[in-house]
């Protein structure tokens, strides 16, 4: 009797402690530590008071910090000067300040999305998502 008894919970042992093994195996440590770190970081890096000229380098740097879109992230920064921002514009300061190998201005891989034309002042949402660079 006592021979059953420990071979059952011998068993037991075994199955819980694959479950937790597997349960370890499951957890994504890199995004979690990702998410606290986001979550407990101490500088205030959500909006930005920037002139429109500085926009493009301000973008290629959130870009890099989304890791070129592998994360979804959105940040925002406030535009303080008078300036028409498009497309075009965003892609001109790109070149200028020798910024395409980063992001791509030519677009070939339709990750590249302005939404309509920017009449600033304004806050501006810079967004990574699904490997695409969004700017509304």
Request: proline share 1%.
């Amino acid at each position: 009797m006592q021979a059953t008894e420990i071979t059952v919970y011998f068993v037991i042992a075994i199955i819980v402690g694959g479950m937790i093994v597997a349960v370890l195996k499951l957890v994504d440590y890199d995004r979690e530590y990702h998410d606290f770190r986001q979550v407990f970081k101490l500088e205030k890096d959500e909006m930005y008071k920037i002139d429109s000229g500085q926009l493009a380098e301000e973008i290629a740097k959130r870009w890099e910090d989304c890791r070129f879109g592998m994360d979804n992230a959105t940040s925002s920064v406030y535009v303080k000067d008078n300036a028409t921002i498009d497309r075009d514009f965003i892609v001109k300061e790109l070149k200028r300040t020798d910024k395409c190998d980063v992001i791509d201005c030519s677009n070939k891989s339709n990750g590249f999305i302005v939404n309509g034309t920017i009449q600033t002042p304004k806050i501006i949402n810079i967004g990574c998502f699904n490997n695409s660079l969004i700017i509304k």
